[in-house]
């Protein structure tokens, strides 16, 4: 098991990072990139998730351009933008 000990940003723990796959959603322009099996580094306190620079850098270049090698998926975009904070719809 791959393991590396940084200090999460988000929490702050000082406990191990470990590697996973995990799926990342993206918004550009208003097209939604859904990433599946990308490597990270996540923190097993919280849960956040670190991406090394090379896997970052993919993940927006391939948001540049129509991907040739994506699937489309159907989604549904549901808004709370009119619902009053804290209130259940």
């Given at each position: ?42 923190c097993l306190n ?39 904070y804290g209130e259940t719809?």
């Amino acid at each position: 098991m791959n393991q590396r000990k940084y200090p999460c940003e988000f929490c702050d723990t000082e406990r191990l990072q470990e590697s996973k796959r995990v799926t990342v959603t993206r918004n550009r322009q208003g097209k939604w990139y859904i990433f599946e099996e990308v490597p990270a580094w996540v923190c097993l306190n919280c849960g956040h998730r670190y991406f090394d620079a090379e896997v970052a850098s993919q993940m927006e270049a391939r948001m540049k351009d129509k991907p040739i090698d994506a699937r489309a998926v159907e989604a549904w975009a549901i808004s709370f933008a009119d619902a009053p904070y804290g209130e259940t719809i």
